[in-house]
C-alpha cells in the first residue's frame, strides 16, 4: 500500500485516501516504457517501490535523462491539463512497483467535487515547482558562471 510521504504534495487525509482508493497496483519490469513523450496521457502513478527515470526525445540522438524519481513520488501530471498529453517520457529503471490511476476518472471526480479537485491540484501544482525549482539549479550548475580561486582572493 503507498504510504504518503510528502513528495507528491499536501493533500489532506480524507483526500488523499479518496485518491488512493482510485489507485490499483501495478509492476513495470526493468526497461519497461510507461508513456511517450507527445502521446495522450491517460494514466499517472504514484511509486511505491523502485525508480522512474524521465526522459525527453533528442531528434537523431537517444532519450536524454531529466530526472529520476523513486518511492512516493508523482509520475506524471500531463494528465491534469489540455491537451493531456506527455511532454517526456518515462522508464521503468529496475522493477517498479506503483499505483495506477485512471487520468479520466480522477478528473471526473475532480470536476464532480471541487474541494477535492482543488486539493489534487493544489499536490500537483507543488510537484510541478519543485521540479522546475531542481531543473533550474541543474542547469545554474550546469551553464552558470563558476567562481575561481583566483577570482574570491581579488575581492579581498
Known amino acids: 500500500m503507498f504510504h504518503a510521504t510528502g513528495r507528491i504534495g ?20 526493468s526497461g519497461s516504457r510507461l508513456f511517450e513523450e507527445g502521446h495522450p496521457a491517460r494514466n499517472f502513478w504514484l511509486v511505491e517501490g523502485g525508480s522512474v527515470c524521465l526522459d ?17 513520488e508523482l509520475i506524471g ?3 491534469l491539463f489540455p491537451p493531456y498529453q506527455w511532454h517526456l517520457g518515462a522508464q521503468a529503471v529496475g522493477t517498479v512497483r506503483a499505483l495506477e490511476f485512471d487520468a479520466a476518472a480522477v478528473r471526473a471526480e475532480c470536476e464532480r467535487d471541487p474541494d477535492f479537485g482543488r486539493a489534487i491540484t493544489l499536490a500537483c501544482a507543488q510537484v510541478i515547482a519543485a521540479r522546475l525549482q531542481a531543473s533550474r539549479l541543474r542547469l545554474l550548475d550546469l551553464y552558470g558562471p563558476h567562481a575561481s580561486a583566483d577570482d574570491d582572493s581579488s575581492r579581498n
Open 10 to 29: 499536501r493533500i489532506p487525509k480524507e483526500h488523499l485516501d479518496r485518491l488512493l482508493a482510485f489507485g490499483r497496483p501495478v509492476t513495470f519490469e
Open 56 to 72: 525527453v526525445h533528442v531528434p537523431g540522438r537517444h532519450a536524454a535523462a531529466v530526472e529520476t524519481l523513486g518511492s512516493g
Open 77 to 79: 501530471w500531463s494528465w
